[in-house]
């Protein structure tokens, strides 16, 4: 859904020349299963002892694999893209959260948060020694700015998020109507170190970091105060010498190239150990030479690379390839309603062309997701079983069986429904009798892709649909969406796209009654209920939370209006010098873990 | 002469207006907008109306237009939606890494393509002109980015001579350093886009040495005993440059389109990539911005091929 993954046709010619030209094309060995055919590491066990004067003189080079320059918005309440997010990495990114394996916030991070759930507060204390990368202290009033700009009528941030509106004073903030949030108070003054939350609903997903009722930053409001709000993202204090609270300071920033790194010595954690560190982005036409001509460290853990990548560099023997599954998923989405924009509500329709559940199901065992995740994705991508992604270990349903291919299956289904060949017809007509032509709508992207679209309306016609290109051939990304986002549209009956997940993983503002991001409008009470449930007073028990999950997850696989498509892991190359490398969630860490065990790449 | 330009001028007014309403109505025309495809699950979709209405983007075109002329004259081409930093800055740091290069490739070229037109020219037929036609044309064929990324490879990547990414190197600092790292950065791209951009010269040089060659002037000339090394200097090579003359404008202002391959491939913030991102965004202000510099580039283009044309060759002198 970033913007970044639309494809140019251009670029995309460019990307398959360039490894047709100089690959050495060794054939890929892996084995097929429902889950990853590859295991990747989180970590990189590392066992050589650290080479001091490496870690104090070389310098640690990282590279961001990426076709553009990066937007150089280092403020993570005003960035929008990963891009900059991963460039200003090692500044900690201002986060106030230390997080467990399963993203649930925890004791010892910047900040220690409280729910009260009779009072319906939060309470987020700041540790005593907590300073920002120019020696000032972090304040509670750094803790409240952020939502300030978030919500400031003049504002240019995209992150407001409607579940703000549970904080006190804030929809009136929002909207001008008030000159401060009054549901945020300072119980030790604005220069202390505690800010209160009031709300009129505390929920379990408060919990966990991510979710969209808490933000989970801080901003320098000391530094940056006397920046109007609407011109923040274009000042120097954002932009050229921003200041931060975690394990490294910024050098220097060459706008859309690169940033340089060295130890924040104010930083309260954990020292960072490598002196220097430098982000370099890298065309991701050539990361793969980069890579192998032993240039770089490792790619920026966050950045996605492909299958066709790891098929290039698996084999390298001076590096390993770490990763974990990624906080996305591929799906399929059936439209099946309309948006009501008079009562803000999608509602389902009982009469439209996909509303029959046997045929949205029969569609699915129709498509072989095994084998074309396997050709493709290289093992690094995997047909998915559920829609929640197994980064989320707790909540992922592993026992889901999701749509594997079975086209009996889909051929019974169908005919049992009253989709049957009429009249010597090639293809099936509805139960009614009439013509059915099934419209699917896709981004233009990778001519992977276009292949992986190509195998689908194959599967599909081979069980007798009669399935199309909308338009007749894949749609470019913003006509895609601008279509999707209509309140009603009938040019897609079925669409695949991606959800790209924060670190919790409710649905509500993709899959809920109300979210204009549930674009193919399904809606039922049980739906609305289960997702309910993942939040109710109930969910504050864990045991219950996970179940509500599950069932949720099982529903959603029965119903198939919304179908998973496929996993992958998030993952990089990372050189055999490096130690201490771990994208695992629960290294709260990740930078100032690092140190060398040589002075050269090895 | 002067009253000529100057009506030349005087005519580019109404161009640049008709072209700016063009422009901005075709941009508002493709599907999308600046926050389509920008939905991040937490963030509210009231958020983006909000964002849409107040940048303007829910009013009549012509509202929008004209609130952007007025701004144009206060030197204020509006902020980009995706960069969020005002599109003046933006385009000027873009220019700058474009224009540097763009240079650098173009005296190159001259460099290596004027010798190699006159001399296949002068040897017409025989092998180093065999030797210079087979190698424009083998450069012409193959495509510019396969050049670029088989460069990269072998000299950035196998051999390490070049640095593959970006302008500039994070570590430079003081005015000589800075210098020295970005003509660094210029130089792989910059001498692959002058070997692999020689055939339009060449060739046209080529064929009007051949011309010249045979006309009266130049047997004239042999005949008074002018040596022949003079005469290709004096005679021919100054006669033969006319068609060269002739795009010679559009070359000095398109110096800042940029190429989107060369930017691709060596990670290098040009105006190309610009552009083309700017287009799958929907960043109005930066598209509306750009295709207004660019028309109004090539505009003055003409103008200055015709200016060269005329100081070159007094016989077609405009008046």
Same mark, same amino acid.
């Given at each position: ?317 001076? %590096? ?223 045991? %219950? ?58 | ?319």
């Amino acid at each position: 859904m970033d913007k970044k993954k639309l494809a140019l046709s251009a670029m995309a010619v460019l990307a398959t020349v360039s490894l047709a030209a100089c690959s050495s094309n060794k054939s890929s060995s892996s084995s097929s299963g429902t889950n990853a055919s590859v295991k990747l590491a989180s970590a990189y066990n590392n066992t050589k002892p650290t080479d001091k004067s490496a870690t104090n003189n070389s310098t640690l080079k990282v590279a961001e694999p990426n076709d553009s320059p990066f937007q150089g918005i280092s403020d993570p309440v005003l960035s929008t893209n990963s891009e900059d997010a991963d460039v200003f990495s090692p500044s900690g990114s201002d986060s106030l959260w230390k997080v467990d394996k399963n993203y649930k916030i925890i004791d010892g991070g910047l900040a220690n948060q409280k729910i009260n759930r009779k009072a319906k507060t939060v309470t987020i204390t700041l540790r005593s020694d907590a300073k920002w990368s120019n020696g000032s202290k972090v304040t509670a009033k750094d803790i409240e700015y952020p939502y300030e700009v978030i919500a400031n009528p003049k504002t240019t941030s995209q992150q407001y998020s409607a579940d703000f509106n549970h904080i006190k004073g804030m929809a009136a903030y929002h909207a001008g109507k008030a000159k401060t949030i009054s549901g945020i108070t300072f119980p030790d003054g604005e220069k202390g170190r505690t800010a209160v939350l009031h709300l009129d609903k505390v929920t379990p997903a408060m919990q966990y970091s991510g979710n969209s009722f808490i933000w989970s930053t801080v901003e320098p409001y000391e530094y940056i105060k006397n920046v109007p709000i609407a011109k923040l993202a274009s000042s120097s204090q954002v932009r050229k010498n921003p200041i931060f609270t975690g394990p490294y300071k910024l050098d220097k920033v060459v706008e859309g190239e690169s940033t340089t790194w060295s130890p924040n010595k104010y930083y309260y954690g954990k020292k960072a150990q490598i002196k220097h560190i430098s982000i370099n982005v890298v065309s991701s036409n050539n990361i793969d030479k980069a890579i192998q001509s032993k240039k770089y460290d490792f790619t920026v853990p966050a950045s996605v690379m492909h299958g066709t990548d790891y098929k290039q560099l698996k084999n390298l023997k001076n %590096y390993k390839m770490i990763g974990q599954p990624a906080l996305s998923y591929d799906y399929f989405g059936f439209n099946v309603g309309h948006y009501d924009t008079k009562t803000q509500k999608n509602v389902m329709d009982k009469n439209s062309k996909m509303a029959n559940k046997s045929l949205r199901q029969a569609m699915m065992y129709a498509l072989n997701l095994d084998a074309v995740t396997k050709k493709f994705g290289n093992g690094i991508t995997w047909r998915a079983n559920t829609l929640i992604p197994p980064i989320f270990t707790k909540y992922y349903d592993a026992s889901a069986k999701g749509f594997p291919l079975n086209i009996k299956k889909a051929n019974k289904l169908l005919t049992d429904a009253g989709y049957k060949k009429r009249n010597g017809s090639k293809w099936r007509s509805d139960p009614n009798g009439k013509k059915l032509t099934i419209y699917f709508g896709a981004m233009t992207g990778t001519s992977a892709q276009a292949a992986e679209y190509q195998d689908y309306l194959q599967q599909w016609h081979k069980i007798g649909l009669n399935v199309q290109f909308t338009g007749g051939k894949t749609m470019e990304m913003n006509s895609f969406y601008s279509t999707l986002q209509q309140p009603k549209q009938s040019k897609i009956d079925v669409y695949a796209a991606a959800w790209g997940l924060s670190s919790e993983p409710t649905p509500t503002q993709l899959y809920g009654e109300d979210a204009t991001y549930n674009m193919g409008h399904f809606v039922s009470k049980k739906n609305t209920q289960l997702i309910n449930n993942m939040n109710n007073d109930k969910a504050w028990n864990e045991s %219950y939370r996970t179940k509500a999950f599950k069932e949720w997850q099982e529903y959603m696989n029965d119903q198939a209006a919304v179908a998973p498509g496929s996993f992958s892991y998030n993952w990089g190359p990372v050189n055999k010098r490096v130690k201490g490398f771990d994208v695992g969630p629960d290294n709260n860490e990740f930078w100032s873990s690092l140190s060398l065990t040589s002075s050269s790449l090895e | 002469m002067w009253k000529t330009i100057l009506r030349r001028i005087l005519i580019m007014i109404p161009e640049v207006i008709i072209l700016s309403i063009l422009v901005f109505l075709l941009a508002k025309a493709m599907p999308g907008d600046p926050f389509t495809g920008s939905i991040n699950p937490k963030a509210d979709p009231q958020q983006i109306h909000h964002l849409m209405k107040i940048n303007g983007l829910y009013d009549p075109w012509y509202q929008q237009y004209w609130h952007w002329v007025v701004h144009l004259f206060h030197g204020n081409l509006g902020n980009s939606y995706q960069y969020q930093e005002p599109v003046t800055r933006l385009i000027s740091g873009r220019a700058a890494n474009t224009l540097w290069l763009a240079l650098f490739t173009m005296i190159l070229t001259y460099a290596f393509a004027l010798p190699m037109g006159v001399y296949a020219g002068r040897h017409e037929g025989k092998l180093p002109d065999t030797i210079i036609r087979f190698y424009t044309y083998v450069t012409y064929c193959i495509p510019f980015f396969v050049i670029l990324v088989l460069g990269i490879w072998i000299f950035g990547y196998v051999f390490g001579w070049f640095p593959t990414t970006g302008s500039i190197s994070s570590s430079a600092s003081g005015w000589l350093s800075t210098i020295g790292s970005r003509f660094y950065h210029i130089l792989l791209p910059g001498i692959l886009g002058a070997l692999f951009g020689t055939v339009n010269i060449v060739q046209y040089l080529r064929s009007e040495v051949i011309d010249a060659k045979s006309s009266d002037y130049v047997r004239t000339a042999r005949s008074k005993g002018v040596p022949s090394k003079d005469i290709y200097r004096h005679h021919i090579f100054r006669n033969s440059l006319l068609p060269i003359a002739a795009f010679a404008g559009y070359s000095i202002t398109g110096l800042l389109n940029g190429s989107i391959f060369t930017e691709t491939v060596f990670s290098y913030p040009g105006m190309g990539l610009l552009f083309v991102n700017s287009i799958s965004y929907r960043d109005y202000t930066v598209i509306t911005a750009l295709v207004l510099i660019y028309g109004i580039l090539n505009l003055l283009g003409t103008l200055l091929s015709d200016i060269i044309l005329s100081i070159v060759d007094p016989r077609i002198r405009i008046e």
